[in-house]
């Protein structure tokens, strides 16, 4: 059974959240939200990342979803963090390439315990059906703030505003579970020169 799991709590007057993980899962997701569109975003994330989720959020959606999409990337990101515990073994450092259709990303992420986001992409419309395409970078902001990650995230082309974001947060799945896979080349050693991450 895996070790690689935690709960956190995020409880403010904002919001109410609670995040399960499990790192080594099997990709599924038990998501409510309030926000289909995230719903959908996360699901990719979980099965592509091979991540087992269980979210539950309430926000003060009747004034917008920017404190519930923030909230929900920084509670995810202190669950992934708890469950990594010491980073001993892993790989550190993942990338993916996703298409969909005309839409291509490049997502790189390094759990390297300094908080760094490159966020860059351009959406041809500013919502996907009622979703703020803004609220991506809130979400990815605070995921790093909160899992101490570097990532890089580049949208290399695409012309609709779903298949952009789609492959963004598959791309996303996709290099976090390689970061977090055992590097058995590595053992229970530290990926870092400097003896910390």
Do not use: W
């Amino acid at each position: 059974m895996s070790q690689r799991q935690a709960t956190v709590d995020r409880d403010t007057l904002e919001t109410q959240i609670s995040v399960s993980v499990n790192l080594d899962g099997t990709g599924k997701a038990s998501l409510d939200t309030g926000l289909p569109f995230l719903d959908h975003m996360l699901d990719q994330v979980a099965r592509h990342g091979m991540i087992d989720l269980d979210i539950r959020a309430k926000g003060d959606l009747h004034i917008d979803a920017h404190h519930t999409v923030e909230d929900i990337g920084i509670t995810i990101g202190q669950a992934i963090g708890q469950a990594l515990t010491d980073k001993r073994g892993i790989r550190r450092y993942g990338h993916a390439y996703v298409p969909l259709d005309e839409a291509l990303s490049r997502v790189v992420i390094d759990f390297s315990g300094r908080p760094g986001l490159e966020y860059h992409a351009v959406y041809p419309r500013a919502r996907i059906g009622d979703f703020d395409v803004d609220l991506l970078h809130e979400f990815f902001q605070g995921f790093c703030n909160h899992a101490l990650v570097t990532l890089h995230i580049d949208c290399l082309r695409g012309e609709n505003a779903h298949h952009i974001a789609e492959t963004i947060f598959k791309a996303f799945g996709r290099a976090v579970r390689m970061a977090l896979e055992t590097d058995t080349a590595m053992g229970n050693q530290l990926p870092s020169t400097k003896g910390s991450l």
